[in-house]
Structure formats: C-alpha cells, structure tokens
C-alpha cells in the first residue's frame, strides 16, 4: 500500500490461490504469519531478504520474517 519510515513497506496480509502469505510484493513467512497474524491485518514490514524458495521466487522474489503490526492509524477511514 505504502512506503513506511519506519519500516521496509506497509500493507496488508492477503493469502494468495497457493496458500502464501504475502504482503504487496513480498511473500511472509508462512509459519511466523499463521501464529501471530490474520489475512487484512494491517503490517510494517521491517526487512527483506531474497526468497529461498525455489517453488515461490517467481510470485515473490522478496521475502519477510521480521514484520509486526502497523502502528499507524489508517488514513483513510
């Protein structure tokens, strides 16, 4: 959705026809998103690294573990 200060990017938890997690372009790690997250929450990704994954580099060839719930209230509500 938007670039953040504080963070790498800013947006939704969507879940993709595959079962991914992923948020704009970068996919979430799937185990740390089903144990704190839902789908349309809202987070700040803090850091990016390349995705390892042969079977979702195509989708998403940027990949976060280190993200957390956005802080900032929404600016369009």
């Given at each position: 959705m938007s670039r953040a200060n504080k963070g790498v990017y800013t947006g939704v938890i969507e879940?993709?026809?595959?079962?991914?997690?992923f948020c704009g372009e970068y996919l979430l790690d799937?185990?740390?998103a089903m144990a704190k997250f839902n789908v349309g929450d809202e987070i700040t990704i803090k850091s990016v690294i390349e995705n390892p994954s042969d079977i979702s580099y195509d989708a998403?060839?940027?990949?976060?573990?280190d993200f957390f719930l956005a802080n900032d209230k929404p600016e369009n509500k």
């Open positions: 879940k993709d026809e595959n079962g991914n997690f799937y185990k740390y998403y060839p940027k990949k976060s573990r």
